[in-house]
């Protein structure tokens, strides 16, 4: 029997269930390995990307582990010149077109040519969390961006243009709408319950069991209630946490970890399928908040996007998320 669930967080709706689903791999599309030589990614092709805003050496050893590069083609320009209207922290106005300000950036994860997150080391992983955090408090001490959004997308139906593991980062003059919601949505829980609304959700998650697929010392993943896509992973810390730039040394050393092992255990649940995750962390120019709690939420890409999700913004998930994280627990 199909259910509605709604997520507290997004307010958002999902269809769960019904006689939809088929055997989740059958929608995960073969990958194609692309060649070493045309990657401008790679160890020695440096000069095929624009020059790097950042360099992370590898350890004393010569080379390097992490690079920042600007998007060769973004989708915001960093030129205030070209939006003299922009302002420092000022909200995007949505009645009138205005000049698409902002930063568009390329993390490149890896020296190596390899696909997923999954396949860095432990501590390739961690220098790619260190630099999420480096980024935002940089960006964030520039004083000109409200937000910046770090995002993923890996293989070609997750958006991927290039299959070298890599993740981006835009920094905007205003808030997503869709980090606005979760944001209103905790205040108002904060201020109906004092609590705060994510970390008691993580709390029901670990009472309850059925939707854990994985926890350490300070950190939980589990598929949400309501779940968008077969097999979403939300990556949490337990106790409350608004700015991801916060996070110590320590702790993103434990949430490389767990992010590799969690996107291990879908990759071999499902084949190696293209996925997306993205971070939510509060706005710059909000004092640190009661209320929000940064997190991270993976979507792998196993069925599409159709009419009714572009109609009416409700996804349908076929599959139960209590089956998906039963399944991520025993691969």
């Known amino acids: 029997m199909p259910e509605y669930r709604q997520d507290p967080l997004s307010r958002r709706w999902v269809i769960i269930g019904g006689d939809r689903a088929g055997r989740p791999n059958e929608f995960v599309e073969a990958t194609v390995r692309q060649s070493t030589l045309l990657c401008p990614f790679c160890v020695g092709n440096e000069t095929e990307t624009p020059e790097a805003v950042a360099t992370y050496p590898a350890n004393g050893k010569g080379g390097w582990t992490v690079r920042v590069v600007p998007n060769k083609y973004p989708a915001v320009t960093p030129d205030a010149s070209a939006c003299p209207t922009c302002q420092p922290l000022s909200p995007v106005v949505v009645s009138a077109a205005v000049p698409g300000f902002g930063r568009h ?8 040519h390899v696909a997923s997150l999954s396949e ?42 290039l ?24 205040a108002e829980h904060f201020q109906q319950h004092k609590k ?17 697929v994985g926890e350490t010392q300070n950190l939980v993943a589990f598929c949400p209630y309501a779940s968008r896509v077969a097999y979403e992973v939300w990556v949490a810390p337990r106790q409350h946490s608004p700015r991801f730039e916060d996070a110590k040394p320590g702790e993103l050393g434990e949430l490389a970890r ?40 993976i979507l792998p890409r196993l069925t599409k996007l159709a009419g009714f999700e572009w109609g009416t ?7 139960l998320p209590e089956a998906c994280a039963e399944h991520l627990r025993t691969v």
């Not at 950036?105 to 190596?112: D, F, K």
């Not at 913004?313 to 599959?319: E, R, T």
């Open 163 to 186: 299959e070298h593991v890599h993740s981006q980062l835009v920094a905007l003059p205003g808030v997503p709408e869709v980090v606005q919601q979760e944001l209103t949505a905790s």
């Open 196 to 212: 705060s609304l994510l970390p008691e959700i993580i709390a029901n998650e670990l009472a309850a069991a059925s939707r854990i």
């Open 258 to 297: 767990i992010m590799r092992d969690v996107i291990g255990r879908i990759e071999r649940a499902v084949g190696q399928s293209a996925y997306n995750y993205f971070l939510h962390t509060q706005p710059f120019d909000m004092p640190a908040a009661d209320h929000y709690h940064w997190h991270i939420e």
């Open 120 to 161: 860095l080391t432990s501590a390739e992983a961690e220098a790619v969390f260190t630099v999420y955090r480096e980024r935002l408090a940089q960006l964030k001490a520039e004083g000109r961006f409200r937000y910046v959004q770090i995002f993923k997308n890996v293989g070609s139906s997750a958006g991927a243009s």
């Open 105 to 112: 950036e390329v993390i490149i994860e890896s020296p190596r």
């Open 313 to 319: 913004g409700c996804f349908i998930n076929p599959f």
